[in-house]
């Protein structure tokens, strides 16, 4: 068993479909008995969204809030893909970088008849 860390961001969760597809990506890793680390930044376009929005109202918007509006835009862009994890029940917990002081919650999904 080994542990593996998988990103997703951009258009890898762009669409309902892709966000299925990876959902089932980390379903057969967790059902080849690996210990898994799902993390997902914004959803596709979002970052490129914000800047475009900040620059439309600044022409020189400050690099702190910049960063700020960044760091946050895809703060909600991962529960797509935890509905679709845990659509197929393994068990799973979805901490949301609480530690660093950007996020609310943490769920865990168990499933004690996902097999493995």
């Known amino acids: 068993m080994a542990l593996i860390v998988q990103k997703y961001g951009g258009s890898s ?4 479909e892709r966000i299925q597809a990876v959902a ?7 059902a080849a008995g690996n210990s898994v680390v799902v993390v997902v930044s ?13 620059h439309a109202i600044s022409d020189s918007p ?9 760091s946050t835009g895809g703060a909600g862009d991962h529960c797509p893909v935890e509905y679709g994890v845990a ?4 068990a799973c917990d979805f901490p949301d970088g609480s530690p660093s002081g950007n996020c609310h919650r ?3 999904y168990p499933c004690p ?4």
């Open 87 to 90: 659509e197929s029940r393994p």
């Open 42 to 54: 914004a959803m596709g376009k979002t970052t490129d969204g914000l800047v475009t929005l900040a």
């Open 106 to 108: 943490s769920r865990t």
């Open 62 to 70: 400050s690099r702190r809030e910049m960063d700020m509006l960044l």
């Open 113 to 116: 008849d996902f097999a493995h």
């Open 24 to 30: 089932q990506r980390v379903q057969r890793t967790v």
């Open 13 to 16: 969760v762009g669409t309902v």
